[in-house]
């Protein structure tokens, strides 16, 4: 079993930043990806970022240049410092994880998800 804790999104204003966290925690044996995706209302769920544990990284298009993933392998935790945030970035934010738990298996798992919200 294994738990994704997502933390840090709110409202703000166009333009400004906001930082998210994803805690993953459970009987983890090694994490190969951790990754950020969103959905707005009406959309399908998108990749913004991802990462990997020997530190490869994905971006979306749309991101690249005003969001940074980054990742602290002794936390289990990946963030995602969002800069220069538009209204077109409102949506609801997940984590999601992939990696092998201590029984051998695989495992992928999402968080609950967060709420950002860019306006003025």
């Known amino acids: 079993q294994v738990q994704l804790v997502e933390s840090g999104g709110g409202l703000v204003h166009p333009g400004g930043s906001l930082t998210l966290s994803c805690a993953a925690s459970?009987?983890?044996?090694?994490?190969?990806?951790m990754g950020w995706y969103r959905q707005a209302p009406g959309n399908q769920r998108e990749l913004v970022a991802d990462?990997?544990?020997?530190?490869?990284?994905n971006y979306a298009d749309s991101v690249k240049g005003r969001f940074t993933i980054s990742r602290d392998n002794a936390k289990n935790t990946v963030y995602l410092q969002m800069n220069s945030l538009k209204p077109e970035d409102t949506a609801v934010y997940f984590c999601?994880?992939?990696?092998?738990?201590?029984?051998?298996?695989?495992?992928?798992?999402w968080g609950q998800g967060t709420q950002v919200t860019v306006s003025s």
């Open positions: 999601r994880s992939q990696g092998i738990v201590r029984s051998g298996g695989r495992y992928e798992y």
């Open positions: 459970g009987s983890i044996f090694s994490i190969y990806t």
């Open positions: 990462i990997t544990k020997v530190g490869r990284i």
